[in-house]
């Protein structure tokens, strides 16, 4: 932040720039815009590189702008009157736990593009998870890593094969800063591993009012090997993965001891952060208590989020490499070889070794699933946890539902249509269901602008990122055609974007060639897919995929109704989740836990397409969308007979119901009973699938309890 060099009457700017609150606030966002515009499009909405390249001139002319002043003043009295509000949401329910600080741990965060330390959906929740405790004022402190190369960037050769690209992360254009511990100092702590001990510098990210720590090897006491340790997410074998997992899990907690920060209540999102749980025993045992009554504690103050019933999803190590790193730890906890083995235990499917889902299950005292079906399908996953729970029902796993953070989701056009309509308090109000029965009262042709508009910046996305790729040489005519050129902004546009895993089954629409090539060539009603999506590099299947896809988006035969757009992330997220017409989501039930991409497609107006699968299977009701195929109970046990009824299920469902309802339009051209499915997906969705209504339900069903049992023995703890 020093480094920028700003005008005196500007100068607040670099502030704004290193606080993601700017992200989720359009007025922000539109001065960094006004700035310029040009660049701020190049640098792809990164305020901290926008004025590190922008003009002098440019910015002493805006200093000199009484407008833009005005402008400027008004988003920092709002930034101010935010970052300390008192009369929070938290503060008004839980006064009492208002300085009891809760840890939130991830291996990714997905705030925003400019900081690319995400992969995908879990990522994004973990970012969506802090953007929203801010908002409602939680004192939440989130821990996870600086990855110096990030995730890769997805580029395809002409023959549709994905490249993964990584890029140096340049530290001057990213919004992190040093962080410091009481002391003043920059944070740097060690942490054993395998018979050495790593060195790790803390980097402080503002998330609105909540900080988030990224961890980082990259630095110059260490090894070569050691700095490479967080290079990369998702990159390298078992044993970078397990070392990456001590860092996360043992070094976040010292990271926070030394800066002085008191945590009530820990939250583990996913397995990967649960050595978190070991390291706090160790904490308590080193104080003098028992294994037995150090477990008691942490599990009173631990919550533990699983993400996914897919086996590959689930950190499994060889007993070897726990050995290599735990050999010297378990004694320190009091206990033996067998006894530590023990804590990752599990039964099929996945054969010998330590599993780090077992062992956040087995240390924490609050465990979800994130939807209802997800649940279900946990407690069957994971009864062998509790051989003595009669029952699945009661093994003690529930669930709570995924959301999406609204103010970053929601399109700004999205957003003026309900300050008129909802009130201009809505954002404010806005996971309250009775607040969205006024959607009916939108004037329909009035949304169906709106989402025109919508749909034509997404296309206009689309054609500007192809031209630029042209312009730079990087791609092949056919290329540029193949990535959503000639799409046409008058026909039903269906959006297929995630990330490229297997289960999530993105070329089930191509089962039958002739049959999905007649109803996109209806010359009358025609219809074209956009798909999007990155596969993990060490992913064959899913690059296969990929290729597939990409193969017939390059087939003349389809004329360019099939697009594919190179290197998904949350910028191009965005449009596409504010500018298609339908979002698509065909899972293998029930391996999408929850979904969220559709979440903030409804939030926009754009309907779900689903198997009732993840938070569909709780969000659909008859009339805000459309089912594929039956119920989940009603799921064959043959993945080919299952994709085969599901593919049938799709066609028709295109044929009868989406095309036509879409096609029929009045005089005026509005198609009225699809806006009324727009509106009832609005209407259903929007509040119900929000952050705002899933932080409120752990903070009151998890982090409240948790934070009051820490007060009860807090005491004792700080005078160990
Ligand atoms: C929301 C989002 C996801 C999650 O999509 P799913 O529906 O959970 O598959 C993945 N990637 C990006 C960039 C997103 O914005």
Request: with cysteine; net charge negative.
């Amino acid at each position: 932040m020093d480094r920028l060099k700003l005008p005196e009457r500007l100068n607040r700017l670099g502030e704004l720039a290193y606080n993601l609150w700017w992200s989720w606030h359009p007025e922000a966002r539109a001065l960094f815009r006004k700035l310029d515009y040009s660049l701020w499009n190049r640098v792809r909405h990164n305020p901290v590189k926008l004025l590190h390249e922008i003009a002098p001139e440019k910015l002493a002319a805006a200093a000199q702008d009484p407008a833009f002043r005005r402008q400027v003043d008004a988003v920092f009295k709002r930034f101010d009157e935010d970052l300390a509000d008192q009369h929070t949401w938290f503060a008004t329910h839980f006064p009492e736990l208002v300085n009891t600080p809760m840890a939130y741990f991830s291996f990714e965060f997905g705030l925003h593009n400019s900081l690319p330390v995400y992969a995908g959906g879990l990522g994004i929740l973990a970012g969506d998870h802090c953007k929203e405790a801010s908002d409602l004022g939680l004192p939440l402190v989130g821990v996870g890593f600086m990855y110096p190369q990030g995730y890769f960037h997805q580029r395809l050769s002409p023959d549709g094969w994905q490249q993964a690209v990584y890029e140096q992360l340049n530290y001057d254009d990213v919004p992190v800063q040093r962080a410091t511990g009481p002391d003043g100092r920059a944070c740097v702590i060690r942490v054993p591993l395998n018979a050495r001990d790593v060195c790790i510098a803390v980097w402080r990210v503002q998330v609105g009012r909540v900080p988030l720590y990224l961890m980082d090897t990259n630095i110059e006491d260490n090894e070569p090997w050691d700095r490479d340790l967080s290079a990369r997410l998702y990159g390298g074998d078992q044993e970078l993965r397990i070392q990456q997992e001590i860092v996360l899990g043992i070094g976040g907690v010292r990271i926070l001891r030394a800066l002085g920060i008191e945590p009530a209540v820990w939250h583990a999102n996913e397995g990967h952060s649960a050595f978190m749980m070991v390291e706090r025993i160790r904490e308590f045992v080193e104080q003098g208590l028992s294994f037995q009554e150090a477990t008691e504690r942490i599990r009173a103050t631990t919550i533990f989020t699983t993400h996914t019933p897919v086996p590959a999803g689930h950190d499994v190590f060889p007993f070897q490499l726990i050995e290599e790193h735990f050999s010297h730890y378990w004694p320190q906890l009091g206990l033996s070889r067998e006894e530590f083995l023990a804590l990752g235990a599990h039964h099929e499917p996945w054969g010998e070794g330590f599993n780090m889902t077992a062992l956040a299950l087995r240390l924490s005292g609050y465990r979800n699933g994130v939807s209802q079906l997800h649940g279900e399908v946990s407690r069957k996953m994971w009864r062998s946890v509790w051989p003595d729970v009669p029952d699945e029902e009661r093994v003690p796993i529930t669930s709570v539902t995924n959301g999406v953070h609204v103010p970053t989701w929601v399109a700004p056009e999205m957003d003026r249509l309900y300050d008129k309509y909802l009130g201009p308090d809505w954002v404010e109000r806005h996971d309250d269901p009775a607040l969205w029965e006024r959607v009916l009262e939108i004037p329909d042709d009035e949304l169906w602008a709106v989402h025109q508009q919508l749909k034509r910046k997404l296309m206009s996305f689309i054609r500007e990122r192809a031209r630029r790729q042209w312009i730079r040489g990087e791609v092949t005519p056919e290329q540029v055609l193949a990535s959503g050129t000639l799409l046409d902004p008058e026909a039903l546009t269906i959006g297929f974007a995630r990330r490229f895993a297997t289960y999530k089954r993105a070329t089930l629409i191509f089962r039958d060639l002739e049959r999905l090539k007649r109803i996109l060539q209806d010359p009358w009603r025609p219809v074209q897919i956009i798909f999007a999506g990155k596969a993990h590099p060490a992913d064959e299947p899913g690059q296969q995929l990929i290729h597939q896809v990409y193969a017939l988006a390059r087939d003349h035969g389809f004329g360019g109704q099939i697009a594919f757009v190179e290197d998904y992330d949350m910028h191009a997220a965005r449009y596409f989740i504010q500018g298609v017409d339908v979002w698509l989501n065909t899972p293998r039930r029930p391996h999408e836990a929850s979904g969220t991409s559709g979440q903030k497609a409804a939030l926009n107006g754009i309907p779900h397409l689903s198997i009732l699968d993840g938070w569909w299977a709780e969000g659909y009701n008859g009339a805000n969308g459309w089912a594929i195929g039956g119920q989940p109970e009603e799921t064959n046990s043959d993945p080919e007979v299952q994709d085969e009824i599901d593919a049938q299920a799709l066609y028709r469902l295109l044929e009868e119901e989406v095309v036509p309802l879409y096609y029929t339009r009045d005089r005026d051209g509005v198609p009225r009973g699809w806006i009324q499915v727009v509106k009832e997906a609005i209407r259903t969705c929007a509040p119900r699938f929000s952050a705002r209504r899933m932080v409120k339900e752990y903070t009151e069903r998890m982090y409240a309890p948790a934070a009051r049992a820490c007060l009860q023995w807090r005491p004792s703890e700080q005078s160990g």
